[in-house]
């Protein structure tokens, strides 16, 4: 009994630890987000400071501008600058697979009323998480709190749970009003992540182009150009990679195979489908005996 408490503390530690380089991380990376800068100087900064202060990327430094909602991330040698956008920051790190998960909005564009709702929108979440609440408790909260401000909550983005090496678990926690949901319970770890739009709340995929990529299942190939990217996507086991991680003069080529043999999932950046503007606002909380613990605040 006394190894179990023990392994949960140490498990815990390792979220907390996650949790407070990703601060640390995320304050200085948002002092970069000016106009004129490059966004793929601020990606890489995060990926290499998180390292260099204990950590490991658990998915790629995502900047997403605008309408784009997630799952954007600068390409290898991109030259995008800054301009006056709506910029969501969405930062993870992991300490020995343990995750830490958290979004923030930069505006540059001049809306600060869709900032002001995504961000009252996980206050309000977290305010309500504890045991015996249901998600889709949650989700209300977040709904009404988006609403009060005349704009919509992506209705079909939510937040997610949050487990060894796994960024996207159980349980799912809605953007809405949902009937029932599922019941936190003590030690529950997951992300909250309202998203605020003045468009429709709806978001699809944009094109079939993608610079992040996810290892789905292992399955021996046989060309060695691809046996080559497949050995250095293994390091990253479950967790979202970009591309721009990986070295190989068949790159492309070698991508292509392994989406087509299922061995990678692909994730393009996703659009609001009205082409409305997004603010995003995201911690990671754990259940407490009677409350949460935010990791990421």
Same mark, same amino acid.
């Given at each position: 009994m006394t190894d179990n408490v023990n392994n949960k503390q140490e498990i815990?530690?390792?979220?907390? $630890?996650?949790?407070?380089? %990703?601060?640390?991380?995320?304050?200085?990376?948002?002092?970069?987000?000016?106009?004129g800068n490059s966004l793929l100087?601020? !990606?890489?900064?995060?990926?290499?400071?998180t390292i260099a202060l204990g950590g490991r990327p658990a998915f790629p430094c995502n900047i997403s501008r605008n309408d784009e909602a997630a799952h954007a991330t600068p390409k290898a040698g991109g030259s995008d600058v800054f301009e006056k956008d709506m910029v969501k920051l969405d930062l993870g790190v992991h300490v020995d697979g343990y995750i830490a998960d958290s979004a923030v909005t930069v505006d540059l564009s001049?809306?600060?009323?869709?900032? &002001?709702?995504?961000?009252?929108a996980l206050a309000a979440a977290i305010e309500l998480a504890r045991p015996g609440i249901s998600t889709g408790k949650?989700? !209300?909260?977040?709904?009404? +709190?988006?609403? @009060?401000?005349?704009?919509?909550?992506?209705?079909? %983005?939510?937040?997610?749970?949050? +487990?060894?090496?796994?960024?996207?678990?159980?349980?799912?926690?809605?953007? &809405?009003?949902?009937?029932?949901?599922?019941?936190?319970?003590?030690?529950?770890?997951?992300?909250? $992540?309202p998203f605020a739009t003045d468009g429709e709340g709806l978001i699809h995929e944009g094109g @079939?182009?993608?610079?992040?990529? +996810?290892?789905?299942?292992? &399955?021996?190939?046989?060309?060695?150009?691809?046996?080559?990217? %497949?050995?250095?996507?293994?390091?990253y086991r479950k967790l979202p990679f970009a591309k721009r991680w990986l070295e190989s003069d068949k790159l492309e080529f070698a991508l292509i195979q392994l989406e087509r043999a299922g061995i990678l999932h692909s994730y393009p950046v996703l659009?609001? +489908?009205?082409?409305?503007?997004?603010?995003? !606002?995201?911690?990671?909380?754990?259940?407490?005996?009677?409350?949460?613990?935010?990791?990421? &605040?």
């Open positions: 815990l530690e390792k979220y907390r $630890e996650a949790g407070r380089i %990703l601060k640390i991380v995320r304050a200085e990376a948002v002092e970069m987000v000016r106009v100087n601020v !990606a890489e900064f995060v990926e290499s400071r001049g809306n600060p009323d869709i900032l &002001k709702a995504a961000e009252e949650i989700g !209300a909260a977040i709904e009404d +709190s988006i609403r @009060s401000y005349g704009l919509s909550p992506i209705m079909n %983005l939510t937040g997610h749970g949050l +487990s060894q090496y796994e960024a996207h678990d159980e349980p799912s926690v809605p953007n &809405k009003r949902v009937e029932g949901g599922i019941i936190l319970r003590e030690g529950d770890v997951f992300a909250i $992540e @079939s182009w993608a610079e992040i990529y +996810s290892l789905t299942r292992k &399955k021996p190939v046989r060309m060695p150009a691809v046996r080559n990217v %497949l050995k250095q996507v293994e390091e659009l609001e +489908s009205a082409g409305g503007l997004v603010a995003q !606002a995201e911690h990671t909380i754990i259940i407490t005996q009677d409350g949460c613990e935010v990791t990421t &605040k």
